[in-house]
Nanobody, 124 residues
Framework: QVQLVESGGGLAQGGGSLRLACAAS????????MGWFRQSPGKDRELVAA????????YYADSVKDRFTISRDNAQNTVSLQMNTLKPEDTAVYYC?????????????????WGQGTQVTVSS
């Protein structure tokens, strides 16, 4: 059974930082892209960041570029999201996703597997 389990969410002040982690089990994703999406109330789920299987290529939504950094540890089967200079508009449930062979497809719709989500709340 494939599982993606996120951790690290919580409450932060504007301008602060949080680090999200996602641990995968049941399958190795080292050859496949992984990513983070987020969803806030009343809005569609949106892509935040994605990373290639090798970790060499990354993609960021314009809204988080230069503030967030995605990384992965293939030996540990994990992906992380370092979030700096947080803004109230970053408040959302953040989801880890994996399970497509195409980075383009993952960016477009996410992967076949999703975590349960972790809440990030940023106060002004």
């Amino acid at each position: 059974q494939v599982q993606l389990v996120e951790s690290g969410g919580g409450l932060a002040q504007g301008g602060g930082s949080l680090r999200l982690a996602c641990a995968a089990s049941g399958r190795t994703f080292s050859r496949y892209p992984m990513g983070w999406f987020r969803q806030s109330p009343g809005k569609d789920r949106e892509l935040v960041a994605a990373i290639s299987g090798s970790g060499v290529t990354t993609y960021y939504a314009d809204s988080v570029k230069d503030r967030f950094t995605i990384s992965r540890d293939n030996a540990q089967n994990t992906v992380s999201l370092q979030m700096n200079t947080l803004k109230p508009e970053d408040t959302a449930v953040y989801y880890c996703t994996a399970g497509t062979s195409s980075a383009q497809e993952l960016r477009r719709r996410g992967g076949d597997y999703w975590g349960q989500g972790t809440q990030v709340t940023v106060s002004s």
